[in-house]
T-cell receptor, first 114, second 113 residues
Framework: SQQGEEDPQALSIQEGENATMNCSYK?????LQWYRQNSGRGLVHLIL?????REKHSGRLRVTLDTSKKSSSLLITASRAADTASYFC??????????????FGKGTKLSVIP | EAQVTQNPRYLITVTGKKLTVTCSQN?????MSWYRQDPGLGLRQIYY???????DKGDVPEGYKVSRKEKRNFPLILESPSPNQTSLYFC????????????FGPGTRLTVT
């Protein structure tokens, strides 16, 4: 079942600009994670934000989480051509009996034009 | 180097011919899972395993089998592949469930004709 939905589906910006991607979800979460995928390759973990956290930074990445609105955003500052990739949010939810489920959205395709 | 490996990376096969995609991790992770990725549908979980001999269905398990006889290996078995199983498959592992990142393999592109 799809939980996270990224917005926009595709984003094209000039090198040096900031890129913002959003993720909305429907049910309570344990944490929310962002991953990057270069074309046809495996996903790479970027950042994990727990449900009791509001903001997290990692290098040029800034992630915010608003549990009241059930939404998260990923900001990439001073983008580079190498940031061109698809970005996925994944929501981790407790599914009972000590088990968690990580559910991925459909992704935002970011193109950074040199 | 810590990694998740998958084999084969590319496979073209015919309907009904049983195949196995192997997945191995060298990080002593307890949790492993399989996903398929299709255009417009994102990643969907097929099966997962919380530990040796413990497996459970994900969102799209029909037509697939898995086994977890050793901690490091988690093969995906398609006993009678059909064209609708043409997809990009990823294996992933993590130390556990909950507050852990997933480590992904490089992917296996499967075409069933």
């Amino acid at each position: 079942s799809q939980q996270g939905e990224e917005d926009p589906q595709a984003l094209s910006i000039q090198e040096g600009e900031n890129a913002t991607m959003n993720c909305s979800y429907k049910t309570s979460i344990n944490n929310l994670q962002w991953y990057r995928q270069n074309s046809g390759r495996g996903l790479v973990h970027l950042i994990l934000i727990r449900s009791n956290e509001r903001e997290k930074h990692s290098g040029r990445l800034r992630v915010t989480l608003d549990t009241s609105k059930k939404s998260s955003s990923l900001l990439i500052t001073a983008s580079r051509a190498a940031d061109t990739a698809s970005y996925f949010c994944a929501t981790d939810t407790y599914s009972g009996a000590g088990s968690y489920q990580l559910t991925f959205g459909k992704g935002t395709k970011l193109s950074v034009i040199p | 180097e810590a990694q998740v490996t998958q084999n084969p990376r590319y496979l073209i096969t015919v309907t009904g011919k049983k195949l196995t995609v192997t997945c191995s991790q060298n990080m002593n992770h307890e949790y492993m899972s399989w996903y398929r990725q299709d255009p417009g549908l994102g990643l969907r979980q097929i099966y997962y395993s919380m530990n040796v001999e413990v497996t459970d269905k994900g969102d799209v398990p029909e037509g697939y089998k898995v086994s977890r006889k050793e901690k490091r290996n988690f093969p995906l078995i398609l006993e009678s592949p059909s064209p609708n199983q043409t997809s990009l498959y990823f294996c992933a592992s993590s130390p556990g469930q909950g507050d852990y990142e997933q480590y992904f393999g490089p992917g296996t592109r499967l075409t069933v004709t």
